[in-house]
């Protein structure tokens, strides 16, 4: 079945580990998104790439990094986990040639740091 | 600053009909969104509104006024299963996503 796979689910973590979050979709789209997700607030984005070779920063990449070194994977390194980075966090890619642009969200990722 | 403002929360009877109201402030627009998405699950496309009027989907509809900022979400025929957190996101003159913090919908029998 077509659509974007994020790995681990779910993972508890101590504050200070390094921990990549995994994303791959096989819907060649070109566009490629991480967001995280809190109580009470929208989706927050993290970073993105519209393309293969390039990447950007969203509204909240501070502690994160991405690397797009393919069209199909897009991971999420935490370089140094801290507690304010517990969250769900969402994969999402996209054809930003289609009509609506619509986003395709992975399951999402749990993270605890303790 | 760029805001998506919408309920926090609302609750309907099940067979009814909800309206969810979605407005905003954001620099540009290129498109509003509507998604679902059920507890513990991710979010899915409902609806795509660019221009102004009414787009129908089965017992879905989304409204959107970009003169007044302004968009809704229209749920007939409310089923148990429309139990969930729908969420706005407007498309801003960067193409970027700026979305709401999401409506809580519950259903009672």
């Known amino acids: 079945i077509a659509g974007i796979t994020q790995a681990p689910t779910s993972q508890i973590l101590a504050a200070g580990r390094r921990m990549t979050l995994r994303c791959t979709q096989d819907m060649r789209h070109n566009a490629m998104y991480w967001y995280r997700q809190d109580l009470g607030l929208g989706l927050r984005l993290i970073h993105y790439?519209?393309?293969?070779?390039?990447?950007g920063k969203g509204e909240v990449p501070d502690g994160y990094s991405v690397s797009r070194a393919n069209t199909d994977d897009f991971p999420l390194t935490l370089a140094s986990a801290v507690p304010s980075q517990t969250s769900v966090y969402f994969c999402a890619s996209s054809d930003t040639s289609g009509n609506t642009g619509e986003l395709f969200f992975g399951e999402g990722s749990r993270l605890t740091v303790l | 600053g760029q805001n998506i403002d919408q309920p926090t929360e609302m609750t309907a009877t099940e067979g009814a009909i909800v309206q969810i109201n979605c407005t905003y402030q954001?620099?540009?627009?290129?498109?509003l969104f509507w998604y679902q998405q059920h507890a513990g699950e991710a979010p899915t496309f409902l609806s795509y509104n660019v221009l102004d009027g009414l787009e129908e989907k089965g017992r879905f509809s989304s409204f959107l006024s970009r003169s007044k900022g302004y968009s809704y979400l229209l749920l007939k025929e409310l089923q148990m299963k429309d139990s969930a957190s729908y969420l706005c996101?407007?498309?801003?003159?960067?193409?970027?996503?700026?979305w709401g913090a999401g409506t809580k919908l519950i259903i009672k029998p």
């Open positions: 790439s519209n393309t293969a070779g390039t990447t």
């Open positions: 996101a407007v498309m801003d003159s960067n193409y970027q996503l700026i």
């Open positions: 954001t620099s540009g627009f290129n498109g």
